[in-house]
């Protein structure tokens, strides 16, 4: 009878242990069951190692349009009524081909803006030679002409409201979106 309370005991205690472990807030780790063993009526206690789980990491899913934005970049900017390409751009327009090899299926639209300043006309027309300035050179840096599509909105969709030169320095863009 002594041996079935004494083993009833160490049962109970190893369970109370065990309904109390929780999440170490300090460090992620998880505090385990251990395990009994006895010998010739003695009982004792083994616990398991702590082990500490690594928190997934953050961030935008390889192959997306958020990819490209955070990593890569996904737009160039143009000088006032110009559509040729500053050394920056061609910067980032060959990460943005890099990029483009590593999913070869993935196609985008090249989108042109101006800022406020100018006709619709006018604008529209400069917002189409920015996106093909862009398209030209991916397609000089190997990307096939068929995955690029381009369109101009002119002024008509700024990224920065405002009537002054920061607003129309970013308004003044090429942007690559994914399809």
Known sequence: MGKRIVTLLAVSSLLLVAACSHPNSDTGAVLTQGSMSGDNGNVTATAAPVTQQAAPQPGPT??????????????????????????EARATIEKQAQWLKEYPNINVTI????????????????????????????????????????????????AVLGDNPAAWAQNRRGVLVVQ
């Open 62 to 87: 390889p192959g997306t349009e958020q990819d490209l934005v955070v990593n890569v970049g996904d737009r160039v900017f143009f000088a006032t009524n110009k559509y040729d390409l500053s050394p």
């Open 111 to 158: 989108e042109g803006h101006c800022d406020e300043r100018g006709t619709e006309e006018y604008n529209l027309a400069l917002g189409e030679k920015r996106a093909i300035a862009v398209r030209n050179y991916l397609v000089a840096l190997g990307i096939n002409a068929s995955r690029l599509q381009t369109i101009s909105y002119g002024k008509e969709r700024p």
